[in-house]
């Protein structure tokens, strides 16, 4: 049986091989940000980013969500059962991708207004792809080609923009057509690796396979639907009330929470993937207590350095039309740490089977976001869907903790985290004066306070670090 020591230091030194693919990429998007919004104007972008948001809306419904069902159960099966689970998804996958083509044409038929509906279904299906693609890589304990398939990802991805943008003088279809060349060659890489189609085989393709999976996957669908309307909903009610160009403002916007979320994501994924290990060892409320203030820690630590460290970009990265989203820039990164601090104590959902679990907090989350945003907007425009999102993630942490207590308990470290709320409230203040001296000054601040509270973290992945370079 694995101590806390342990899993501690796996799960430090898986974060740290997500984090080093997910950095990159997320430094990548950043340098492109210039070519973009000096080439499409606020509306082009604000619908870019609507087809981006419908496609992430209608995946759940064609795929029921089987890819995280074959992902979960593939964690605890013998060779002949993941040669089942994955053959059965991969047919399934095929049926919904077809399933889905025919769709579109006949939306094309009845409703002739809509726009570049071919690349449209080609990104759908890359995404799908490179996602089952990234799931299995992560069950064959790959992360170093997980991680780096992102990177792959992203280059190609920012290569074809700029190629597209400014050499075609394209559009919302060049950034489009380069979605899906980035996603398929990325895609392409992970097969090299992992070799998927050792795994499949049309006599594999089972019945009782599939209803199992789908019996674990498709409770997440309705939970993934009302999780969008509180991650995403936003953009049809900025759209509906301010118009395109409002969503293109605010789009960018979030692309700078970035900076903070890509924190959440590498986490997350180590964090996933510890947790389905440890949910039957005795110290598994120790460990889960010790990974949740170890992540608090990591991003309300993080907030104090990235949001001054925004402030300074904008004006660098921004054709001045888009400049005017700083404004929205502390609450977005407030919705990204609660967010955070829900997908935590969601992962329970996963790690115990319990998916049906987490649709309740889901719709409540949902209908606080809607309700803000909606009821809100057009008195304090685009403040009103930042703040009912951020609201609608900070009350769905709160409901899950109180109902995951059944399974596992979490300490807070309540002395932590009401400093660095405090710190959060300083530089938040800091941030609306339009002085960069200050705004260097709170980065340096914020980077000494960020490594003493975090100082156990560092540590334990410099020592993985050091342990991993020298065994290779």
């Known amino acids: 049986m694995e101590n806390k020591s342990t899993a501690s230091k796996r799960l430090a030194l898986g974060t740290v091989i997500y984090m080093a693919g997910n950095l990159t990429s997320k430094l990548l998007q950043m340098l492109i940000l210039p070519i973009i919004t000096a080439s499409l104007n606020t509306s082009e972008y604000g619908y870019y980013d609507l087809i981006i948001t419908t496609i992430n809306l209608i995946t ?23 040669i089942k689970n994955v053959s059965t998804t991969t047919a399934f996958l095929i049926f919904s991708i077809v399933l889905l083509g025919v769709l579109m044409v006949i939306f094309k038929l009845t409703i002739s207004s809509i726009d570049y509906p071919f690349l449209i279904y080609l990104n759908y299906v890359s995404v799908i792809i490179f996602d089952y693609m990234q799931k299995i890589a992560r069950v064959q304990q790959k992360n170093r080609v997980y991680a780096i ?23 919302t279809d060049g950034m489009l057509l380069a979605n899906c060349i980035s996603y398929f060659i990325a895609a392409l890489y992970l097969e090299f690796h992992v070799r998927v ?34 991650a995403s909903s936003d953009r049809y009610v900025i759209t509906y009330f301010l118009g395109s160009s409002a969503n293109g403002i605010y789009s960018i916007a979030g692309k700078f929470s970035q900076l903070l979320t890509f924190a959440v994501t590498v986490f997350q994924l180590s964090w996933q993937e510890n ?83 987490a649709f309740f907090t889901t719709v409540f989350a949902a209908v606080v976001n809607l309700v803000i945003g909606v009821g809100l907007i057009n008195k304090i425009g685009l403040f009103a869907p930042a703040l009912g999102t951020a609201l609608a993630f900070f009350t769905q942490w709160i409901l899950r903790s109180i109902q995951m207590r059944e399974y596992f308990k979490v300490n807070i470290d309540i002395k932590s985290f009401l400093f660095l709320c405090l ?50």
């Open 423 to 472: 710190c959060g409230v300083i530089v938040t203040y800091l941030y609306y004066i339009n002085n960069i001296v200050i705004q260097i000054i709170a980065i340096i601040l914020s980077t000494g306070i960020f490594i003493v509270i975090n100082k156990q973290f560092i540590k334990s992945i410099l020592l993985s670090v050091v342990k991993k370079m020298k065994r290779s």
């Open 275 to 357: 947790a389905i290990l440890e949910k039957d060892n005795e110290g598994r409320d120790a460990f889960y207590t010790a990974t949740f203030n170890t992540y608090m820690k990591l991003l309300l630590g993080g907030y104090l350095i990235v949001l001054p460290v925004i402030k300074l970009l904008i004006p660098i990265l921004l054709d001045e039309s888009y400049q005017i989203g700083y404004l929205y820039n502390p609450i977005l990164l407030i919705g990204a740490i609660m967010s955070a601090f829900s997908q935590f104590y969601g992962s329970a959902y996963l790690v115990f089977k319990k998916t049906t679990g």
């Open 60 to 82: 759940p419904f064609i795929t029921l969500q089987i890819v995280e069902g074959m992902f979960r159960y593939l964690f605890e099966s013998n060779e002949e059962e993941k």
């Open 149 to 171: 398939s992102g990177v792959v990802n992203t280059l190609i991805m920012l290569i074809c923009q700029a190629i597209t943008l400014l050499v075609f003088k394209m559009g």
């Open 197 to 230: 189609d050792k795994w499949i085989d049309r006599k594999y393709i089972k019945r009782k396979t599939l209803y199992l999976l789908l019996s674990y996957s498709a409770p997440l669908m309705p939970n993934s639907i009302v999780w969008w309307l509180v």
